[in-house]
């Protein structure tokens, strides 16, 4: 670490943009540039208080105060992407604003073409699909074994990638989720294998798997497995701010950087956030430090503790971590008797004040976070068992509707020319027999019950009970 202030406070852990920011915070200059807030002085005194005066004083954008610049990446901000590609074990990694579907969206318009198809996973994320909007590639499927008990998606069958690689002309890319957003792992190395064998290229969008490189007893990356890119929602499990991740370029790829940087660069803000861009630095220095490898262990730990206590109750279950697949262990998917995921998910809002990432119809999930003491889990543990004990039972309303999408789409139409088909707004109940013109996919977990492009049937319906209203080709 060489340029830092006096006041800055030595670490073995080195993160240029988070110490350009702070010599910058350090050494404040008269500004007359954006943002106009100018550190905060013209910004709502109550929203200043609740996020703090600091905040908004670091909140700058590139070219200023010699923080670098994204596009093209320079001074702390390339810096700050070589230490994280070498801590991911990639060639080169992108920072990303807009989080993973960024990265998704610039990976389909950069390196696909209207009409080429991209093998992917029927479960894959809504970015994907919007990416094969913007460039008209189309969609090849992998059905991944559907467990209806639990409402989830198993993993991708290598023989299905040959099948479809084998019959099909004109593929630029297979396209995996790995892991799904429950921790179902697919076998990696043999997709990858078969690509190889058939020189089309790997991409594996692991928005949920940033924390794999660094500890024993996750799965393995996409990046050490022959994957030629692979995006990482750091914010999402990694401890940087929301909306910011990576894209990973992997040692040996095929792939055309190049395109891929252009497409970013298209697709990015031209005033990305100093803050954003600090948060990925410092979660890629604290993930490879003692102290985060110490909470990264500790989340691993509190999960396995989880699982146990949960297993000796009578009324709640959990999807094992061996149930048939390999898993990530910190995604803890959970059901109980009786009660759906979503009154389950109320329960414990309403009642425990806890917060779960997603819940369907049949379960919920619980992620074990680096940032969760032990504390956290015994007191949800207690909540779980008070649960257990007690005689609750489902609400209709929450059980009319289904929440993961499990249906293999018939498509009809190209999704980009779809997109920008002549539409009309029609009620839902008439849309059966007619083509969807927009994607529906609710977050969580991102995945689509409708694309454009895709024929409407009954079977959409149980999906739809929000919707009055749905768009279609005219
Ligand atoms: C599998 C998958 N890919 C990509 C994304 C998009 O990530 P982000 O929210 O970082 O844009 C998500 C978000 O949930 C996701 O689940």
């Known amino acids: 670490m060489t340029t830092v202030t006096k006041n800055y406070k030595y670490t073995k852990t080195h993160a240029p943009i988070v110490e350009a920011l702070k010599k910058a915070y350090d050494n404040p200059t008269y500004q007359f540039h954006i943002p106009g807030h100018t550190k905060g002085n013209g910004a709502l005194p109550e929203f200043k208080q609740l996020i703090g005066k600091k905040a908004l004083a670091v909140d ?12 093209p990446a320079t001074g702390p901000i390339k810096e700050a992407q070589e230490l994280a590609a070498k801590a991911f074990g990639a060639q080169k990694t992108f920072f990303l604003l807009n989080g993973s579907t960024a990265g998704n969206l610039a990976l389909a318009m950069g390196l696909t073409k209207q009409g080429q198809k991209i093998i992917t996973n029927r479960n894959c994320h809504r970015s994907v699909l919007t990416g094969m909007i913007i460039s008209g590639a189309e969609p090849l499927w992998l059905i991944p074994e559907r467990f209806e008990d639990w409402g989830i998606w198993g993993n991708v069958n290598p023989d299905r990638v040959e099948e ?20 179902v792992v697919s076998d990696i190395k043999s997709i990858s294998a078969v690509c190889k064998k058939y020189n089309v290229p790997l991409i594996v969008d692991e928005a949920h798997a940033c924390l794999w490189n660094f500890n024993d007893h996750l799965p393995t990356s996409a990046l050490k497995l022959g994957a030629d890119a692979v995006v990482h929602s750091l914010h999402k499990t990694g401890g940087s701010m929301s909306q910011s991740s990576m894209l990973h370029i992997a ?19 031209t005033s990305p956030s100093l803050m954003l861009l600090a948060s990925l630095d410092a979660a890629r220095a604290n993930l490879e430090s003692p102290r985060g490898r110490k909470q990264l262990q500790r989340a691993v730990s509190n999960a396995k503790y989880l699982r146990r206590e949960i297993d000796k109750l009578e009324h709640i279950h959990q999807l094992k971590p061996d149930f048939g697949y390999k898993t990530d262990v910190t995604k803890v998917f959970i059901k109980a008797d009786g009660l759906s995921g979503k009154r389950l998910e109320s329960i414990l809002e309403i009642d425990f004040n806890i917060e779960v990432e997603s819940a369907s119809d049949a379960g919920l999930l619980l992620l074990s976070n680096i940032g969760n003491k032990r504390s956290d889990i015994q007191y949800l543990v207690e909540c779980l068992k008070k649960i257990d004990r007690t005689n609750y039972s489902d609400i209709c309303y929450l059980e009319n509707k289904k929440h993961m999408p499990m249906l293999t789409p018939v498509i009809k139409m190209n999704l980009r020319e779809a997109y920008y088909s002549e539409k009309e707004t029609i009620p839902k109940t008439e849309a059966i ?14 995945i689509a019950v409708l694309l454009p492009g895709e024929l409407i049937t009954e079977s959409h319906m149980p999906y739809l009970t929000d919707y009055e209203f749905i768009e279609v080709i005219k």
């Open 60 to 71: 700058t954008t590139d070219e200023f105060d010699n923080l670098g610049t994204l596009h």
């Open 164 to 183: 479809l690689l084998k019959t099909n002309k004109d593929v630029s890319m297979v396209w995996i989720t790995n892991p799904t957003y429950e921790g």
């Open 251 to 269: 040692e040996n790829s095929i792939l055309d950087v190049d395109a891929v940087e252009k497409a970013l660069k298209l697709l990015h803000t």
């Open 433 to 446: 027999g007619r083509i969807s013109a927009e994607i529906i996919a609710e977050c969580p977990p991102g």
